[in-house]
């Protein structure tokens, strides 16, 4: 990456440059390779944040399937995370989630787990718990609220069988054959998923990111206290494929200690370490054993950090800065962060980052943990707070005890209690997941480069005030 002019003196963050149109022999979106040059595996570089309201299991397993990642949180017990890391393990690379109900749960109920959108399924459980039959979630429109799904009257969707679904182009063949949105997919008679059309058109655009057996790669954090190794050993055991050791200020002894133990118990996949924001930080944790740095102190949409401390760094120059130091010690790095429009996902990404990591910004889909809520005006929202809230505090140390706790809630920093509003017109993480990806696709071509390495290498970045940020807005309102 180069500037258009002279490089600033000060720090910038993702507002204030810009991308600059370049000679361009790439004549299609689809011409780009989004496949991610460091060794975690990724076929799009985006990486779902280890936020508890953010990454669970359906999220994870969602973000794997289209080429991303998500990393499961460390405040899990060990249970939980081995419980979600089988679930991502078991998931199907292909087809989608299903949503499990039984017969005794309200519309309602229901209702809070699944959208009333184009495709989307709810499958009906039987008293063990396999999965009886799938209806359309438009099923759920009309029904009362505090009636229950084994009172509804509905069709069930249409079966394929899995043996028939070759690849993805035949599956959508199939679904539009049969004249609906979605089936159900069986496997000797069984349910085993579902599929929408527009699920088995993505499929013909999106790789998956999956191990050696097959099967959906995920990620999970550690902390920096106690013993990091060993927690991280029980992890991969479980069947993690990349370590996130995960604190809000990476470049402290007590992290470097974590990342060497990690590294030292030679597990076999990569560490990623964070957060840190200098070129120090860069070279003490590559030393220690990381294989990619997470960059971002404060740009996070639930962080208070840089309004309570003043510490933090804007985001641009932070991973600039770090991005050229950590490929020069063959390490790369994450923007962790400060991500608002696909824009800012191109920018991380020509300022040299490998992948991007979302937190809030998926925190308002279907996929993300929690129950989907409805406010006073019918909206759709789900709840989200920051990790270093008093509601993570509370979470994270939840084994000490009631005085413990309350001292440490004392220095808590972020919001613990926010509405993320679910896009009506992209209300699930493939929505946006597409968004960010044409977006990113159109800058590369933009730059004339086929790949990331070479977009970082292309890219050609201007400087711009307040005002030329705003001009590049859409307006919200007509003439």
């Known amino acids: 990456m180069r500037f258009l002019t002279e490089r600033p003196q000060h720090d910038l963050t993702y507002s204030d440059v810009f991308l600059v149109p370049q000679h361009s022999n790439v004549g299609s979106r689809l011409g780009v390779d989004l496949t991610v040059d460091d060794p975690t595996g990724l076929r799009v570089p985006i990486v779902a944040a280890n936020m508890t309201s953010v990454t669970g299991p359906r999220l994870a397993a969602a973000m794997a399937r289209r080429g991303g990642l998500g990393v499961l949180p460390q405040d899990l017990a060990l249970q939980d995370l081995d419980a979600a890391i089988h679930a991502v393990k078991a998931a199907s690379p292909l087809l989608d989630a299903l949503v499990r109900v039984d017969r005794a749960t309200t519309i309602a109920a229901a209702r809070s787990l699944v959208a009333d959108t184009a495709g989307a399924v709810v499958t009906i459980v039987d008293a063990d718990g396999e999965p009886e039959r799938c209806i359309s979630a438009a099923a759920l429109r009309h029904a009362l609220a505090h009636s229950v799904v084994g009172d509804l009257v509905a069709d069930d969707l249409p079966s394929i069988d899995d043996d028939d679904v070759t690849d993805a182009r035949s599956a959508f063949d199939l679904i539009d054959a049969a004249g609906v949105d979605a089936v159900a997919v069986r496997h000797h008679g069984r349910i085993v998923g579902s599929l929408s059309a527009r699920s088995a058109v993505r499929a013909t655009l999106y790789s998956p990111a999956v191990d050696a057996h097959g099967r959906l790669r995920v990620a999970a954090a550690v902390g920096i206290n106690g013993d990091a190794a060993a927690r991280a050993a029980a992890l ?147 709840s989200s707070w920051g990790m270093a809230s008093s509601k993570a505090v509370e979470q994270r140390f939840r084994r000490l005890s009631a005085f413990e706790r309350a001292r440490k809630t004392l220095f808590a920093e972020g919001i613990s209690s926010s509405r993320i509003y679910l896009d009506p017109e992209r209300p699930s993480l493939d929505d946006l997941l597409d968004m960010i990806t044409s977006g990113l696709r159109s800058s590369m071509t933009y730059a004339g480069a086929s790949t990331l390495p070479q977009f970082a290498e292309r890219a050609v970045v201007g400087t711009q005030s307040a005002a030329g940020y705003d001009e590049g807005k859409a307006l919200p309102v007509s003439w």
Not at 290 to 304: E, Q, S
Not at 336 to 365: E, H, K
């Open 236 to 382: 991969v055991q479980a069947g993690v494929d990349v370590i996130v050791i995960d604190t809000a200020h990476g470049h402290q002894q007590q992290a470097a200690d974590a990342v060497r133990a990690v590294a030292g118990a030679a597990l076999g996949v990569p560490i990623v370490a964070g957060n840190v924001v200098t070129v120090e930080a860069v070279r003490d944790l590559v030393a220690a054993g990381a294989d990619v740095l997470k960059v971002g102190v404060g740009p996070g949409a639930m962080c208070t950090t840089r309004m309570m401390t003043a510490v933090g760094r804007p985001q641009f120059s932070a991973v600039l800065e770090t991005a050229e130091v950590a490929r020069e010690l063959g390490a790369r790095v994450w923007a962790d962060g400060g991500v608002r429009y696909p824009r800012d996902v191109a920018l991380a990404l020509a300022a040299g980052a490998s992948a991007v990591m979302i937190g809030s910004w998926f925190a308002g889909t279907l996929e993300a943990p929690g129950d989907l809520e409805v406010d006073e005006d019918g909206r759709w929202f789900k």
